[in-house]
């Protein structure tokens, strides 16, 4: 009979290999929790049941664009309304994957209702034949729990307190996704990894309050668990012992993935945009008005230098052809006539060669006379 003999390096490392094994095998395996609402007398009609196929068909075709989108299909009575939310950190190749599996899931489950809604680990699939609201809903809901229990349920539940605490306003204030992630130490080995994600198009106040709602009933449903989720219709969140989510999100959803808000919030929005173009517009009034004032100050800076300029040749040519022909200039009182047309002051002088003695041919009644020879 062979012996088989393993040394104490195999040996540790075939322990590891058994551990890392029943870690994966102990994880709670995809797991898609639905709830079918059925009111008597209110069955599905076949034009209904048609309309929401073609719904499913559009729901996965967005799905391969955008995380987040709302939909309808038909016209009343028959008119079906829907949606899809895929995890923040999904991207759109998963996020179709997993809305097609979710889709064909509920048909089969809730076949013949006209509402329902089912949560799969990385998406969200809902339809009905109301109008969904644009507040928080918190029900149905559902609470999943992980199989193995917590070693050290005490804190373990301070942990997660905690990090909702810091991870839910992080939610809140992502107007794009609403999406957020939390990772914390528990033990020197491992780490608590938390995901939290509301609706898009929720209000920031509205978030807080699902969130925090949701937080509340987690933290009760939970059992002490080494991880659970909890569900609704508007938000929800999980928390685990192992990485389950990127650390790096896709970009998030299109322009065109969400319904824009109305009411209270479409006011805000509005306010806040009337308040950015004000403040646009008021920068710009004080550019132009800075760009004015710089070109009348050099203006006036050039005049002022002319003027000095003139000044100085005016007394140049006091001191050489008499006050009285410079009182004539300042006051701009001389005559041009066709006989004795007048030349600037500054031609003059250059003319003259600063009323150099070489050029003066003698004196006269109104003063000197010089050579002047120019070209006109």
């Keep these: 009979m062979p012996i088989v003999i393993f040394s104490a390096s195999k040996t540790i490392h075939l322990l590891h290999l058994l551990s890392f094994l029943s870690l994966v095998m102990s994880q ?8 079918c609402s059925q009111l008597p007398n209110n069955a599905a009609s076949d034009k209904f049941t048609s309309n929401l196929r073609r719904l499913f068909e559009t729901i996965s075709e967005v799905a391969g664009k955008d995380a987040y989108n709302k939909t309808t299909e038909g016209r009343y009575p028959d008119k079906v309304y829907g949606l899809h939310l895929c995890r923040g950190d999904v991207n759109n190749e998963s996020c179709r994957e997993c809305v097609d599996l979710a889709t064909d899931t509920i048909q089969k489950d809730c076949d013949g209702t006209k509402e329902a809604v089912i949560w799969s680990d990385k998406c969200t699939v809902r339809y009905s034949d109301k109008s969904f609201s644009p507040h928080s809903e918190t029900s149905p809901s559902n609470c999943s729990t992980h199989r193995e229990n917590s070693t050290d349920p005490e804190t373990l539940r301070k942990i997660v307190a905690k990090s909702l605490k810091e991870v839910i306003p992080m939610a809140t204030l992502n107007n794009e996704s609403k999406y957020a992630t939390h990772v914390v130490n528990f033990s020197s080995k491992h780490k608590l990894y938390n995901l939290v994600q509301c609706i898009p198009e929720l209000s920031t106040e509205d978030c807080r309050a699902c969130l925090t709602s949701a937080a509340t009933s987690i933290l009760r449903c939970y059992q002490d668990k080494k991880g659970a989720r909890f569900l609704n219709p508007s938000c929800n969140i999980r928390f685990e012992l192992y990485p389950f989510f990127t ?11 969400w319904i824009p808000p109305s009411g209270r919030n479409a006011n805000r929005i509005w306010i806040e945009i009337g308040t950015s173009v004000s403040g646009s517009i008021v920068i710009v009034v004080l550019f132009v008005s800075f760009l004015w004032r710089t070109r009348q100050r050099n203006k006036k800076e050039q005049e002022e230098r002319a003027i000095s300029r003139e000044a100085q040749l005016l007394e140049l040519g ?27 002051f500054d031609l003059t002088v250059e003319a003259t060669q600063h009323f150099s003695d070489e050029n003066k041919l003698g004196e006269g009644g109104f003063g000197p006379v010089y050579k002047v020879i120019t070209r006109l």
Aim: charged share 20%; no cysteine.
């Design 247 to 257: 650390s790096n999100p896709p970009p998030a959803a299109g322009p065109n993935a």
């Design 318 to 344: 006091e001191s050489q052809i008499g006050s009285h022909y410079s009182y004539i200039l300042r006051e701009e009182k001389q005559v041009e006539s066709k006989e004795f047309p007048l030349f600037p």
């Design 28 to 35: 709670s395996p995809e797991n898609m929790p639905f709830h």
